[in-house]
């Protein structure tokens, strides 16, 4: 009998063995289940302020830009001011008490360096005449008509009916001329 006991104490001493180390087991399981839920929550709230933070700064430049194109003409409406001014003036000078020969020669002056003024501003902002001497380019010309001229060779520009303008290198309107033919 003594075997047996001996036997069925080793059986429990086993079993008792085998139930702490599954309960060990399941607390170390636990733990690892708690620190992973720690470590998932870390990088939910991680994701959610990168989030956060990216939606914020797509609504900042979305500002940014929207100012950018609302005030994209303030440098020229800036140097036109003194164009108006200059017109203004003239307007004022007209007013005056002076012999007609001499205002209108005055008035045609102050109109002169206006337009010397205005055209210095729109330069400034890559706005240009389309040049009289260029030869024709159906890109920056429109011919309204063609005459035959002994002295200017086809295809030549011999007249400039309305100055064409660009936009650095693109037309803004094309200047209407008369083409030899």
Do not use: W
């Amino acid at each position: 009998m003594s075997t047996e006991n001996t036997e069925n104490e080793n059986m429990n001493e086993n079993e008792t063995n085998t139930n702490e180390e599954v309960e060990a087991d399941a607390v170390a399981a636990e733990n690892e289940l708690d620190l992973l839920q720690k470590e998932l929550d870390e990088c939910k709230d991680k994701y959610a302020r990168v989030h956060a933070d990216f939606d914020n700064i797509k609504k900042r430049l979305e500002r940014e830009k929207y100012t950018a194109v609302e005030y994209a003409n303030e440098k020229f409406a800036k140097d036109m001011i003194p164009v108006v001014d200059s017109l203004q003036m003239a307007l004022k000078s007209a007013d005056t008490d002076a012999a007609p020969e001499e205002l209108i020669e005055k008035l045609k002056e102050g109109v002169e360096l206006t337009l010397k003024q205005f055209m210095t501003a729109l330069e400034k902002h890559g706005v240009t005449m389309v040049s009289h001497e260029e030869p024709f380019d159906p890109n920056i010309h429109n011919a309204v008509q063609s005459v035959d001229h002994p002295e200017i060779e086809s295809g030549q520009i011999v007249e400039t009916f309305q100055t064409g303008y660009k936009y650095k290198e693109r037309p803004l309107r094309e200047a209407m001329v008369v083409v030899a033919n």
